[in-house]
């Protein structure tokens, strides 16, 4: 049986690429900072018979991350798929002359240093045609100038594609695939309501990825299965 772990899992995006990926038939490792949701959400899977385990993790904190991982590498012995998917966004309208260092760092922190900090310490689990998905975003796009809406955010959605290459860069002659995607802008709690689309439509890309998409496509940025400019 192939596993994935994916983080940020109780909810939104995460929760619905864990569910699809149990329904392929991969044991799903579904991380989560809030251990009562993590765990309820684990457990509404496993009562659908599919194969799911909870695993607490705060991917802010190293500490956590580490111990995310020795508890993982008592249950499994090999990992196939890495699904950075937790993320915060803690600006909205603000310019960039006025965010803070405090928030600057906190966004960095969890969208794109810990993804880099998951791969590192997962990273010996995983074995030839490992895949890795980062979840970013179209706000990261410098191509046609940067987007001012959230500019924490999107530095640290930029800042994740760049992860992104050097982890391809580092990884090919391993055989494992790293590629970012973009979700767009979906109805979730960080979406909200009115986006103009579903949870499935935002992660039909990071499963594709993890279970289709050819294992030579890498150090790629998509959108809807497609290779888009970042």
């Given amino acids: 049986m192939k596993t994935a772990l994916i983080t940020g899992a ?14 392929k038939g991969y044991h799903v490792l579904l991380a989560a900072r809030n251990p009562h949701a993590g765990s309820e959400t684990a457990s509404r899977l496993v009562r659908q018979k599919y194969v799911c385990t909870f695993v607490p993790m705060d991917v802010s904190d190293s500490a956590s991350i580490r111990e995310a991982h020795r508890q993982v590498s008592t249950k499994i012995q090999h990992l196939d798929v890495i699904i950075n ?15 803070s ?7 960095l922190q969890t969208n794109a240093i810990g993804a880099l900090t998951v791969v590192q310490a997962f990273l010996p689990l995983m074995q030839r045609g490992g895949r890795i998905i980062n979840v970013s975003s179209s706000g990261g796009q410098i191509t046609n100038g940067a987007s001012t809406f959230a500019p924490a955010y999107c530095i640290s ?3 994740m594609n760049a992860i992104t290459l050097q982890l391809s860069s580092a990884l090919a002659s391993e055989g494992i695939a790293v590629n970012a995607m973009c979700p767009g802008w979906v109805q979730t709690e960080m979406g909200g309501a009115g986006a103009p689309r579903s949870v499935s ?9 993890a279970t289709e998409a050819p294992q030579s496509l890498t150090g790629k940025f998509l959108r809807d299965r497609k290779e888009i400019s970042w």
Avoid at 90 to 95: A, G, I, M, P
């Fill in 10 to 23: 109780s909810k939104g995006i995460g929760l619905e690429i864990a569910r699809e990926l149990c329904a």
């Fill in 85 to 99: 998917n937790a993320g915060v966004m803690l600006d909205h309208s603000q310019s960039i002359l006025a965010v």
């Fill in 101 to 107: 260092e405090s928030l600057l760092l906190s966004t």
């Fill in 157 to 159: 959605k930029t800042t």
């Fill in 201 to 209: 439509q935002g992660a039909d890309t990071a499963v594709w990825l």
